[in-house]
């Protein structure tokens, strides 16, 4: 094993230790994003989605729409694959991340 690989391999497993070490019940949605491996760009990625989907939900609402299932299906088919869908937006709901959007999308899922 190389140096490189060798201190890869000393910070993964410090990564590992550190992870133990925060309250997950404040930063649920940290803690996925450490787990599935997202870079930056990944989140970034995704924090634009739920932007513009906030935004989305917000016209609608002014239009008079009451469910947001079209919104939630492109959430569903733009989230990164290692992130598990129900427990990604629980997450984002539990860490004020983008709550009038997140709670629609609970809601919506404990309808199924």
């Known amino acids: 094993m190389s ?4 201190r890869m391999a000393k910070l993964e497993y410090h990564m590992e230790l550190l992870l133990k070490q925060v309250r997950v019940d404040q930063y649920p949605f940290d803690i996925l994003v450490i787990r599935g491996k997202l870079s930056r760009d990944n989140v970034t990625y995704l924090l634009k989605l739920c932007e513009e989907l906030s935004i989305e939900m917000k016209k609608q609402k ?3 729409f009451v469910t947001f299932t079209p919104l939630l299906t492109k959430y569903k088919q733009l989230l990164h694959p290692n992130l598990p869908l129900e427990e990604t937006i629980q997450a ?3 860490q004020g991340m983008f709550e009038p959007l997140m709670l629609e999308f609970l809601k919506l899922i404990k309808k199924k």
């Open 3 to 6: 140096n490189l690989e060798e």
């Open 92 to 94: 984002m709901y539990e």
């Open 62 to 64: 002014a239009e008079g």
